[in-house]
């Protein structure tokens, strides 16, 4: 069973900066891919990044490439989403999620394809 915890979330206004963590509990943490994906009121959950195990690749949704980072400290078990130029349809809760069949070298942009996920955290742009 993995366990995730999401945090960093908050308000911020456009065009501002912002970091959000997700620390796992599970042993095995670099032997999984990992994603954040995101949920806007009356929308449905989307995609916004993933990275492999290792580290080594990732994978971003258009909405977001060259605003977002997604990066990852296997000897912490933690994730990371670092959020630039930060727009208001940024606005959502975002949530992190572990992939636990990816393997150390793959990723998934799928949500169906992820097994466990955080409660979420709510990230607010204002204009």
């Known amino acids: 069973q993995e366990q995730l915890v999401e945090s960093g979330g908050g308000l911020v206004q456009a065009g501002g900066s912002l970091r959000l963590s997700c620390a796992a509990s599970?042993?095995?943490?670099?032997?999984?891919?990992m994603g954040w994906f995101r949920q806007a009121p009356g929308k449905e959950r989307e995609f916004v990044a993933t990275?492999?195990?290792?580290?080594?690749?990732?994978y971003y949704a258009d909405s977001v490439k060259g605003r977002f980072t997604i990066s990852r400290d296997n000897a912490k078990n933690t994730m990371y989403l670092q959020m630039n130029s930060l727009k208001p349809e940024d606005t959502a809760v975002y949530y992190c999620?572990?992939?636990?069949?990816?393997?150390?070298?793959?990723?998934?942009?799928?949500?169906?394809?992820?097994?466990?996920w955080g409660q979420g955290t709510q990230v607010t742009v204002s204009s």
């Open positions: 990275i492999s195990g290792s580290g080594g690749r990732t």
């Open positions: 999620a572990a992939d636990m069949n990816s393997g150390t070298y793959f990723y998934s942009r799928f949500k169906n394809e992820y097994d466990y």
């Open positions: 599970g042993r095995t943490f670099s032997t999984y891919a």
